[in-house]
């Protein structure tokens, strides 16, 4: 049986591209007022930061595009003189990331990494299930993010 865990991450990942469904790109870069960034970025800081927090820290190869790193890490924020990737290419990336979560960690939920790592709400995280659920978290706060921008939009 699927450990709990998967589905718990399908069901946020599930309600968040419901709620960028309707997002074309030219909406997706508008940063109200307010805010620090746009729909766009919190959808690409969702994907690069579950890609690091399930497979980077597991030792497993990240398969997101290089440039994500620098659009779209922690403490980063929309750049108009940036070229962002489409809507359509982040939206596929988070559609295909929990199945190869699934695939690549499933038997390794008690695995201890080799790096642990601080959240920077000071969360120690040293085990796989540990990275995973925090994404949890991670994902449901962009997830409200992005949720807000809309209405202001």
């Given at each position: 049986m699927k450990p709990y865990i998967f589905r718990q991450l399908q069901f946020v990942r599930n309600q968040t591209l419901k709620e960028l469904a309707d997002?074309?790109?030219?909406?997706?870069?508008?940063?109200?007022?307010?805010?620090?960034?746009?729909?766009?970025?919190?959808?690409?800081?969702?994907?690069?930061?579950?890609?690091?927090?399930?497979?980077?820290?597991?030792?497993?190869?990240?398969?997101?595009?290089?440039?994500?790193k620098e659009l779209f890490s922690?403490?980063?924020?929309?750049?108009?003189?940036?070229k962002y990737p489409p809507m359509r290419e982040i939206i596929h990336l988070l559609e295909n990331?929990?199945?190869?979560?699934?695939?690549?960690?499933q038997y390794r939920l008690d695995e201890e990494v080799s790096s642990p790592y601080t959240t920077s709400k000071g969360m120690y995280l040293s085990r796989v299930d540990e990275f995973l659920s925090f994404?949890?978290?991670?994902?449901?706060?962009?997830f409200e993010k992005i949720k807000m921008i809309k209405k202001l939009i």
């Open positions: 997002v074309d790109d030219q909406s997706s870069e508008i940063i109200p007022a307010g805010s620090n960034n746009h729909i766009k970025w919190n959808a690409g800081h969702i994907c690069l930061v579950q890609e690091k927090f399930a497979f980077f820290h597991a030792g497993e190869p990240m398969q997101i595009p290089e440039d994500y922690p403490g980063t924020k929309p750049n108009q003189d940036e990331q929990m199945e190869r979560i699934e695939q690549v960690l994404c949890l978290y991670h994902e449901g706060m962009h």
